[in-house]
C-alpha cells in the first residue's frame, strides 16, 4: 500500500488492534501483500493469487475471505465470529481482500467465513481502512470496552 492518508488510518487501527486484541487472546502478527497474478485470465490469476495465499495458511489457521458475496455481518456479528474462531481453538485467523478477480474457488471452499463489507465495489485502500477498524472494534466489543457505543 503506498504511503498515503489511507495508509495512514489504516495504519492507525491495525496499531490499536495490535494494542487492545491482546487482551481478549487477539493478537496482530502483521500484514502481507501478496502481488496480483499476471497470467492472461481471470480464472489463472485468481488461481496463482490463491496458490500464494496458501503459504499463509498454517495447519489449524481460519480463513476468512473478504468477498462481495460473502455475508454482510454487523459490528457485532463480526466479533462474535471472531470470538468463537479464538474460543474453538483457532490459533491463527488468516483474513484475504480479493483482489480485482475476486478469490479463487479452492479459497472460497477453504474458508470458514465469507464477510462482504457491503454491496459495493471498494477500493483496496479503504478495505484494508475498514477491516483494520472492524477488528479494532471487534477487539472493544469483545473487552467490554465503550467504543464500540460511539
Do not use: C
Not at 454491496?119 to 477498524?133: D, F, I, K
Amino acid at each position: 500500500m503506498k504511503a498515503g492518508p489511507e495508509k495512514q488510518l489504516a495504519d492507525r487501527y491495525f496499531e490499536r488492534f495490535a494494542k487492545s486484541g491482546p487482551a481478549v487472546g487477539l493478537e496482530f502478527a502483521g500484514i502481507a501483500e501478496i502481488v496480483e497474478g499476471r497470467a492472461q485470465t481471470a480464472t489463472e490469476r485468481r488461481r496463482e493469487e490463491g496458490q500464494r495465499l496458501q503459504t499463509y495458511l498454517l495447519p489449524g489457521a481460519a480463513l476468512m475471505l473478504l468477498d462481495e458475496r460473502g455475508r454482510n455481518l454487523s459490528s457485532d456479528d463480526f466479533a462474535g465470529r471472531i470470538g468463537l474462531l479464538r474460543d474453538g481453538g483457532r490459533k491463527a485467523l488468516v483474513i484475504a481482500i480479493g483482489g480485482a478477480d475476486g478469490h479463487d474457488q479452492s479459497l472460497r471452499d477453504q474458508a470458514d467465513l465469507m464477510v462482504s463489507f457491503g454491496a459495493p465495489t471498494w477500493p483496496h485502500q479503504l478495505v484494508r481502512v475498514m477491516l483494520g477498524e472492524q477488528l479494532y472494534r471487534a477487539a472493544t466489543i469483545l473487552s467490554g470496552h465503550p467504543y464500540h457505543r460511539s
